[in-house]
């Protein structure tokens, strides 16, 4: 176990540098991206009446999720894909005591140890935002919403392409 700083062995401190650098890597993210954590039980929504985009353009989303979300037709198809799987918007309440009660439920649901639907974070990320959790803020899921963003890009991306979202998209 890593304790002190003076102390740190070698490794530890390896450790810690690749954590940073992953960390920053994170932090550059869009905050656009998808502020979406909890499930969300409603019908899925049809996307936001933009411009269709092109054949060419919709098969690039299957590489790049941030071509996916810097098209308007592409973020309101994949929004409307991942509220039919598992999300709504924490950022949207306004009440500290209703934030505080949704943000307890979210670290329960989704992010504590051996939570019934915890999603992969590293422990980490997990005590970075507990500790947020203090006092709970717009903020508190933020570095845990950055690592979430990554693994979107690595599993959630890969699923919506194959999605009948997608597939009716490029037909």
């Known amino acids: 176990m890593c304790k002190g700083l003076a102390a740190l062995p070698h490794s530890c401190l390896e450790r810690?540098?690749?954590i940073k650098i992953k960390l920053g890597i994170l932090l550059q993210k869009p905050d656009s991206?998808?502020?979406l954590v909890i499930p969300y039980n409603e019908k899925p929504e049809k996307p936001a009446k933009t411009q269709k985009p092109s054949l060419d353009e919709a098969l690039q989303?299957?590489?790049?999720?941030?071509?996916?979300?810097?098209n308007n037709y592409g973020?309101?198809?994949?929004?409307?894909?991942?509220?039919s799987e598992f999300s709504e918007d924490y950022k949207k309440i306004k009440s500290p005591t209703k934030m505080a009660e949704k943000a307890k439920k979210i670290y329960e649901e989704f992010i504590q140890t051996e939570a019934p639907k915890e999603v992969n974070i590293d422990h980490f990320t997990k005590d970075i935002t507990m500790k947020?959790?203090?006092e709970p803020s717009l903020s508190s899921f933020d570095v845990a919403?950055?690592?979430?963003?990554?693994?979107?890009?690595k599993d959630?991306?890969?699923r919506f392409v194959r999605s009948e979202f997608y597939q009716e998209l490029i037909k």
């Open 132 to 134: 947020s959790l203090v």
């Open 61 to 70: 989303w299957r590489d790049s999720l941030d071509k996916l979300l810097q």
């Open 16 to 18: 810690a540098k690749e």
């Open 33 to 35: 991206a998808v502020d």
């Open 156 to 158: 959630s991306l890969p």
């Open 145 to 153: 919403q950055k690592r979430i963003y990554a693994l979107m890009e």
């Open 75 to 83: 973020l309101a198809s994949f929004k409307s894909f991942l509220k």
